[in-house]
């Protein structure tokens, strides 16, 4: 019912807003024009299709944007508007960018080290080293978490590797199930490794797809962006990052510590490396191509060879010596949320252009001057407004167009570079306080096995996760000044 309520309102809404085209003359000096209003009601149809999930998500926006393409030509003819507005530079001009290109290289090169079976073994490696007692296991899984950060792009890939450890840990010390202890250990391997994946240039899909909204709302609000490198993109984040770290071992160390004295054997995970044996040639071919990229890529500001193409490079290493498959290609890569990123992106293009930007930031630049004005007031305000904005919203890049279609208009006129701004909402959005909003959250219960922990427990590290990022965003404001981003 939700779905067909959704289609039917999605399609009212777009008619109305045609109709509009055709009979609603905004005048000369308004910013808005027939293709404004085309634009508005497909926007708006798609909002609504995201919310209901009428449509999967790949399907909504590719339709969107075909629809504005072939019913461009009709407008034109019609006599609506003179010169060709929507077409396929402007709504799939995204494709033949960097960011897409990015993102593809970042699930094919997370393919290919994680099937050689190189991070587990450095997992166990880390693991080997720290004390066999309950605050040594926290510090474990959160070394380990945060070593192999930088070393994939892909969260999933870290997380599903260690959650296992962290439940064989929990059973092997013998805690009861949806104990604080199991919390505390399950919390030190999801945080530092989902979220602190963040903190890296090369650390997270995610990275990959801000700098995408970066550049293209840079170029639709003709506003100030940023460019980013290994370095550069880590110095923005390091206090978020830092403060994440903290939070995290407070929570899992402290509040969550059990109250009798747990142990587990000190040749624990000592005997699963030596069941390991010496490292494949797999592994080798992993371990030399991951050690050349990382270098390449911290030392670009250097060099200047571009970041993606280095990445790229690897892969085709990669392929050529075995360790990747034409079929990973197929199956390992998600392409329908490529065409998903790819489409957004090219519709996004379009709300400056079309002067949505300008009549939403007129319209509400007064009410929301005192909040804008102070990055101390707006950082916190951005987060706390996000935290409330995804219990309506599900999909993470939808939310994000909606804070940009708000407040994107003001940015310039405050002085805060688009950095700032969409840093802080995406990181916002990864909560899980209920479990639509993050389905990669469930999906991390699953492999955990669900016995140890249940999302009522997992929604405590949710809340711990929204009071950090706060605290961090609003710390990390000296350093934005320092950096430029903040006027």
Not at 194 to 206: D, P, Q
Not at 279 to 289: F, L, N, P, T
Not at 363 to 381: C, H, K, N, Q, T
Not at 386 to 398: G, K, V
């Amino acid at each position: 019912m939700k779905k067909r309520n959704g289609l039917i309102f999605a399609f009212i809404v777009a008619v109305i807003f045609y109709v509009m085209a055709f009979t609603v003359n905004p005048g000369a000096d308004s910013p808005l024009s027939p293709a404004s209003f085309i634009y508005a009601g497909v926007f708006l149809a798609v909002i609504i299709l995201l919310l209901t999930g009428a449509l999967a998500d790949w399907v909504v926006v590719l339709g969107a944007s075909s629809l504005m393409i072939l019913t461009d030509a009709i407008c034109r003819k019609a006599g609506v508007y003179q010169e060709e507005v929507f077409n396929m530079t402007g709504l799939f001009g995204a494709f033949s960018g960097s960011t897409i290109w990015l993102i593809i290289m970042v699930f094919a090169l997370s393919a290919g080290i994680g099937k050689s079976g190189l991070l587990n073994r450095i997992a166990i490696a880390i693991l080997s080293v720290f004390p066999p007692t309950y605050n040594g296991a926290v510090l474990a899984m959160m070394c380990t978490g945060t070593v192999l950060s930088p070393l994939i792009p892909s969260v999933n890939a870290k997380v599903n590797i260690l959650i296992p450890f962290a439940t064989s840990t929990t059973e092997e010390m013998k805690m009861k199930p949806r104990s604080k202890g199991a919390l505390g250990l399950f919390a030190a391997c999801y945080l530092p490794a989902y979220l602190g994946g963040n903190a890296f240039f090369t650390g997270s899909v995610y990275v990959s797809v801000i700098c995408g909204f970066i550049t293209s709302y840079a170029t639709s609000l003709n506003a100030e962006g940023a460019a980013f490198d290994f370095v550069s993109w880590f110095v923005a984040s390091s206090i978020w990052f830092v403060i994440l770290l903290v939070g995290t071992y407070i929570f899992c160390a402290i509040v969550c510590r059990p109250a009798e004295k747990v142990e587990f054997s000190k040749t624990f995970f000592k005997e699963r490396l030596k069941e390991l044996g010496p490292m494949k040639r797999e592994e080798k071919i992993a371990a030399s191509v991951l050690v050349i990229a990382l270098v390449l890529w911290s030392t670009s500001s250097f060099h200047g060879m571009d970041t993606g193409m280095i990445g790229w490079a690897a892969i085709c290493i990669m392929c050529a010596l075995g360790l990747l498959e034409p079929s990973d290609f197929n199956t390992k890569i998600p392409w329908s949320l490529v065409i998903f990123i790819g489409s957004l992106l090219g519709m996004a293009n379009y709300m400056s252009s079309l002067g949505w930007s300008e009549v939403i930031a007129g319209v509400l630049g007064p009410v929301l001057e005192p909040v804008v004005a102070s990055p101390w007031i707006f950082v916190p305000f951005i987060c706390i407004f996000t935290y409330l904005l995804r219990f309506l919203i599900i999909e993470q890049n939808t939310a994000l167009v909606v804070v940009m279609a708000i407040f994107g208009g003001l940015m310039n006129a405050a002085g805060i570079n688009l950095y700032v701004i969409i840093f802080v909402e995406f990181m916002s959005s990864m909560c899980w306080t209920v479990p639509y909003m993050n389905p990669f959250a469930m999906a991390t219960l699953g492999v955990a096995g669900e016995k140890y922990v249940t999302f009522p427990e997992m929604r405590k590290a949710s809340f711990l996760y929204m009071i950090v990022n706060l605290i961090g965003c609003t710390a990390s404001i000296p350093l934005w000044y320092m950096l430029g981003y903040l006027g």
